[in-house]
């Protein structure tokens, strides 16, 4: 069964570093997002990115983050000056036309010291 | 503002015990509707989803869920719980958008445990 694959699922930084979380969707999804969930909270939402550019982001979704689709496959978020604040763990999610329904990675847990 | 609302925060039942858990939503026009559910260390993984049709439905290990278009609700069901029923269990609301793109809002979960 076609799934999203997350990498890695466990990262460790320092504040102030550069992350990069990766995400493969799965094939013939067209819709892509990024979730998180700070631990023991409620998952939010981050952003969503359909034909290559950004169609909904929250309020936590900063000039920090940002997402690209660089070669067709991979769909990643970078963080780029991490703060405490950002420990967490990110789901990315994909969909097809017209399910509404998402289809989770199992998530890169981020640690930031 | 869209709001996803779970009533209960922590549920404890013994095994073979039945499960209610409520999910009221704000939004007053087309939805669709997911319980997803995340076991301890896991990923989410989706439950059961209406979208139309027979308000009652049925997902995976047993459980269930009625929309009631009047109350607002989508509560998630299960006539006898087991152990591996232990989790943590999400509402999520979408709205049909003209672009297809559905932003999820999230209920703040339910965390069930049973006893064994």
């Known amino acids: 069964e076609p799934e999203v694959t997350q990498t890695p699922s466990h990262q460790v930084t320092q504040m102030g570093q550069e992350v990069i979380l990766r995400c493969v969707p799965i094939s013939n999804h067209l819709y892509f997002y990024w979730y998180r969930q700070i631990l023991g909270q409620k998952v939010e939402f981050l952003v969503s990115f359909y034909n290559n550019e950004i169609s909904e982001k929250s309020e936590i979704f900063d000039d920090q983050f940002s997402v690209e689709r660089p070669d067709g496959s991979n769909f990643t978020l970078k963080i780029r000056s991490t703060k405490l604040e950002d420990s967490a763990m990110y789901f990315c999610a994909s969909s097809g036309p017209g399910t509404g329904e998402l289809f989770f990675g199992e998530g890169s847990r981020l640690t930031v010291l | 503002a869209q709001s996803v609302s779970q009533h209960n925060h922590h549920v404890i039942l013994s095994e073979a015990a039945s499960l209610e858990l409520g999910c009221n939503y704000s939004?007053?026009?087309?939805?669709?509707l997911f319980w997803y559910v995340q076991y301890p260390g896991q990923h989410l993984q989706l439950l059961l989803k209406y979208f139309s049709g027979d308000p009652l439905v049925k997902g995976i290990k047993g459980f269930e869920a009625e929309f009631i278009k009047s109350k607002f609700s989508f509560n998630l069901r299960k006539p006898s719980v087991q152990w591996s029923d232990t989790a943590e269990y999400f509402c999520?609301?979408?709205?049909?958008?003209?672009?297809?793109?559905?932003?999820?809002?999230w209920g703040a979960g339910t965390k069930l445990i049973i006893k064994p």
């Open positions: 939004y007053g026009g087309t939805v669709n």
């Open positions: 999520a609301v979408s709205r049909p958008s003209l672009d297809s793109n559905y932003q999820l809002i």
